[in-house]
């Protein structure tokens, strides 16, 4: 008798969605969000400038907006060395 091998699981060739493109959840979400008008960043920003809410909200609603509106800034590595010198020998190094 032949054996039939039969694939189970596992990654197939071009197999699931395309890297980037959207799920039909993400798909409806994306249509919900335009057809309303107001987006999740559009209410943040907005209880940001309301100057009738309490501070700690509005401190919380920027918090939580920035990073869709500015980028993360990077970190800055500095290697210093230090030495010991006179008054007299900095002063010639400056002037």
């Known amino acids: 008798m032949k054996e ?14 395309k890297p980037g493109s959207l799920s039909r959840f993400n798909r409806e979400m994306v249509e919900r969000a335009s057809s309303g008008g107001d987006l999740p960043l559009d209410f943040m920003l907005e209880v940001m400038r309301d100057e009738s809410l309490g501070i700690r909200l509005r401190i919380d609603a920027a918090k939580a907006a920035a990073p869709y509106v500015h980028q993360r800034l990077s970190a800055i590595a500095v290697d210093l060395t230090t030495s010991e010198v006179t008054h007299e020998e900095w002063l010639q190094s400056v002037a």
């Not at 189970?8 to 969605?17: L, T, V």
């Open 4 to 17: 039939i091998l039969v694939a189970h699981g596992g990654a197939r060739p071009n197999a699931g969605r």
